[in-house]
């Protein structure tokens, strides 16, 4: 079945087979019924062939009689001359008979009629054609048939009948015989065949196995009068018919049935209908003609055929409508699996067919392409600006690749690009082409989009050496363009060094927190007096296989394999648990800073699952603090800012961290409900020797200032950066100067160590 469903034209062959079978079980039926009806036909012609031939042997039986009634009545037997006249009266009333003759026991002619000239001493008994019969007649009071034989007498073939005459002693008086012209004695039959033309004729005597009357289409040989059937043929002729019946031949012969033989001529497997005449001892066989039977079939097998034909052309038409149909189906369906619905470009599918047809060793670069910032434009300006930004972008790269190139819509806003005939520094031309294409402004309604890519590229076979490899190394080569944007980056083996260790690490990582090797480490916050102010949650992973993980190694693939979530909601979930325990040891009420990643800040269930840990843990609103990254407000400002609201507004702060490092613009300090702004520790780095890094220090802590923002600067590592940072107002330090990260029993000591934090806790109470 699944053949027919894949190929149509494999179920009309089938139906067509199916169709011929039918044709062929029709044709046989017709065959069969013309056959019937012709061989009930035939058997109806014997009936009346055979009640024919006796009533006609009847009528001769009769005027034989009728000449001896004469002759015995009126004691004529003396008188030649009369009885000769009552002959030739005889004669003349049925011409079909050639004579009459009376003949005495001895076989000596005694009277004929005048018109039959006998040579003198004629005797019966002296020829061997006539013999047996002779004596027959004799010894019978019925009608003898003789031997149909040429006759020299008569010139003719002769058909004799002979009748003997008894006294009261039963003593044959003399014999009647009379030779009957064939052609006028059974002209009904010769009629009949002239009317049916396909009927032949064979009566032969049961006695001696003589043919009696032969009538056929074709001339008769007279020398088959003298042929005489041999007895094997006539009994292996009788088995054949009784084990076709069902019956014993004497049943057959007694009942004078009509019934279907094979021929008892020699040599001959013709079917014939057979009847036995049991008052003659005459069997009469009437040929079933075959070529007038197929004659018959043909004119029926014609009106088939044209039944068959136009039957067969009609199955035919409506195959082939389907076979079109089903081929604009499958067509618009290969383009649908092969391109993308949106641009419609190949897709994703059609490059994996592709490069499988190619040839091998064919050198060719794939460049995998990938818009920057996309998703701002979607969520920004709605998906159907997007998709009309991707279909100007596909318009784009259509109009720089060359008809050989391979382009497609590999997923979202990634494109790939098949080069061929291009060497590295060509195709580093062509990418550059790409970039300045897509820089173009792109107007979409009233919105006015400036694009740009990232673009990696591997080349084959010198970098993978299939379709799966090549793609892996283009992405990991997008992905280091990724890091600075809009950038041409070309695969390098340290790449692929560097995507193994991400693989390791990532399949690690989905490990980790099943097997406890994550924990929390706290940094403490100063504040400008010396007091603490709180901590920073630091998560680590400690790996049996790759060691000390730094979280800037692990988190980037936390957040690419979906991971982020359930170790951010670790990391809330045990700092809560470490802070609760630390604020009963130490009475200290002690601020913790939580860094939130940009996919788990982004999650939907982000801001009711911290409600809920807050509320598990008991936790103090106003003692949290989210530590957020610039990176988080590139895709969609609006949303981050409504729930951010959301999140003060259950007095939690919000803190900037890494500011200056990243997307910096002083307008999202305006705009964004930001309680704490973090210097980065690039800025503390360089304070003590670089004028500008001091300067742009300054200028920041200035701005957060009358924004009544809190100034955190993150990397104090020295006195002297202290002082600094101290002269500029920052309100909060956090470094190695005052303390590297601690475990949880490490910051006990400390806290407990620093005396004057729990005497400043002790006066504010």
């Known amino acids: 079945m699944t053949l027919l469903k894949k190929n149509i034209w494999a179920a009309f062959y089938l139906t067509a087979v199916i169709w011929l079978m039918f044709f062929t079980g029709a044709s046989f039926v017709s065959y069969q019924t013309v056959q019937e009806e012709y061989t009930s036909e035939q058997k109806k012609l014997m009936s009346l062939a055979a009640n024919s031939i006796q009533s006609t042997l009847r009528q001769y039986e009769v005027l034989l009689d009728l000449i001896a009634k004469e002759v015995i009545v009126y004691d004529l037997l003396s008188d030649k001359e009369t009885i000769q006249k009552i002959m030739d009266a005889v004669v003349e009333v049925d011409q079909s008979m050639l004579g009459v003759g009376l003949f005495l026991p001895n076989g000596n002619v005694y009277v004929a009629s005048s018109g039959v000239k006998l040579p003198t001493n004629f005797n019966l008994l002296s020829q061997p054609e006539n013999r047996d019969s002779f004596e027959q007649t004799l010894r019978s009071n019925k009608m003898v048939l003789g031997r149909t034989y040429q006759s020299e007498v008569l010139k003719t073939i002769a058909f004799p009948l002979r009748k003997s005459i008894f006294d009261a002693d039963n003593n044959a008086l003399f014999v009647l015989s009379t030779v009957i012209n064939i052609p006028k004695g059974f002209s009904f039959f010769l009629e009949n065949k002239t009317h049916h033309n396909h009927n032949d004729l064979y009566i032969y005597r049961g006695r001696d196995n003589y043919f009696q009357l032969v009538i056929s289409q074709n001339p008769v040989n007279p020398d088959i009068y003298n042929y005489q059937i041999p007895q094997a043929n006539i009994d292996q002729a009788f088995r054949s018919l009784e084990q076709n019946e069902g019956l014993s031949i004497e049943d057959i012969k007694a009942n004078e049935l009509e019934v279907i033989s094979t021929s008892m001529q020699a040599g001959s497997n013709t079917q014939t209908v057979s009847r036995y005449l049991s008052k003659y001892d005459l069997w009469v066989e009437l040929k079933l003609n075959n070529r007038y039977v197929m004659g018959l079939f043909f004119k029926e097998l014609q009106i088939l055929i044209g039944i068959f034909a136009g039957s067969l052309l009609l199955i035919y038409l409506l195959f082939r409508g389907i076979a079109n149909n089903e081929k604009r189906i499958k067509d618009a369906l290969e383009h649908q699996a092969n391109h993308d619905y949106l641009t419609g470009l190949n897709n994703r599918f059609y490059l994996d067919q592709q490069l499988l047809s190619m040839k091998k060793g064919k050198l060719y670069y794939l460049i995998f392409i990938d818009l920057d910032n996309f998703k701002a434009i979607n969520d920004g300006y709605g998906h159907e600006v997007g998709d009309k930004v991707l279909c100007l972008v596909a318009e784009r790269l259509q109009s720089l690749v060359s008809p050989q190139d391979v382009l497609v819509r590999y997923s979202g806003d990634e494109f790939i690009i098949i080069v061929f005939n291009k060497n590295e520094k060509t195709t580093h031309f062509f990418c550059k082409a790409i970039q300045s294409n897509l820089a173009l402004p792109a107007t979409i309604g009233d919105f006015r989009f400036v694009l740009s890519a990232s673009i990696g590229v591997a080349a084959f076979p010198d970098d993978g050496h299939n379709l799966d490899e090549l793609k892996r190394f283009a992405d990991l080569a997008m992905y280091e363009a990724k890091k600075t944007r809009n950038t041409i980056t070309f695969f390098r083996e340290d790449f692929k060094q560097a995507y193994n260790y991400r693989s390791q690490l990532e399949q690690e990582l989905k490990k980790a927190l099943l097997q406890n090797e994550m924990y929390m480490m706290y940094q403490p916050q100063m504040s400008f007096d010396g007091s603490s102010f709180g901590v920073e949650a630091l998560v680590r992973w400690e790996n049996k296989l790759l060691g000390s993980v730094p979280p800037d190694k692990f988190i980037p693939v936390a957040e690419a394999c979906g991971l982020m979530l359930p170790i951010g909601e670790f990391i809330i979930d045990q700092t809560f648990k470490d802070m609760i325990e630390i604020q009963k040891e130490t009475k200290l009420p002690v601020t913790v800073s939580i860094n939130i990643s940009v996919r788990q800040f982004q999650h939907n269930e982000f801001f009711d699952r911290l409600i809920e840990l807050i509320e598990k843990h008991s936790f103090i609103y106003i003692e949290l603090v989210l530590e957020v990254t610039e990176n988080l407000f590139i895709d969609d ?129």
Do not use: W
């Open 637 to 765: 400002v609006i949303g981050i800012q409504n729930l951010m609201n959301k999140i003060r507004d259950k007095g939690i702060r919000i803190s900037l961290d890494d500011f200056g490092t990243g997307y910096s613009s002083l307008s999202l300090l305006n705009q964004l409900p930001i309680d704490e702004l973090k210097i980065d520790k690039s800025f503390v780095d360089d304070i003590t020797t670089n004028s500008n890094t001091l300067a742009m220090v300054e200028g920041i802590i200035a701005i957060a200032r009358r924004l009544n923002i809190i100034t955190v600067v993150e990397g104090v590592e020295t006195e002297e950066q202290r002082q600094i940072l101290a002269d500029l107002h920052c309100d909060i330090f956090q470094g190695y100067h005052f303390s590297k990260p601690l475990k949880i029993h490490d910051l006990k000591k400390f806290i407990t160590s620093n005396t004057n934090l729990l005497s400043v806790t002790n006066q504010k109470a």
